[in-house]
């Protein structure tokens, strides 16, 4: 007889647990120079409503998280931060379910601050601009009879008044952020 309420209450509270689904997933990187690193310095941060969890990924880097609470916006973090912008990505996860992430990871901001204004992918910066953070004004030069002219004070045309001489990065300034931009490829670098 004790057994059977042994078991009873067994019975219960494994019912009472058993709302979980499974999480594996793997981290895609974007930076393999760096792979030694990531395999030793990586966590993946698991947020439910009840715990935060975190694991280290393995050689492949691969992560799985048993047991996981059955429920809506789970959040998954990287730790270091994914470059150039961290993000925290969101799931939804059912009773049972193995859900399967994949997730690309860069480790290192890929803008460096010192490189020049040749572009990585035509190798040339004739048409590259610089980009500006923060509030920026156009400034423009007149004669004095009003004519554009350049800094120098030589007459320009019109077209070449209006040609854009750099492109606004916004008004968020963070520690990764590229410094030019070649029309020419479309790329922020
Ligand atoms: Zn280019």
Known sequence: MKEKILLYFLLISFSCFSQT?????????????????????????????????SIKVDSDLRFVFEDVKAEKKIKIFISPRNYPINICYMMDLKENEVENVEIPYTSTCPYSKDRNNVCPICSKNDEVLPIIYGLSAGISYKDKDGNPTDKNGKIISKEENEKVKSISGGCIVSDCQPTWFCQRDKLNF
């Open 21 to 53: 689904g499974k999480l594996t997933g793997k981290l895609i990187l974007k930076d393999p120079e760096n792979y030694k690193k990531v395999l030793e310095n990586t966590y993946i941060i698991l947020k439910t409503s009840i715990k935060t969890d």
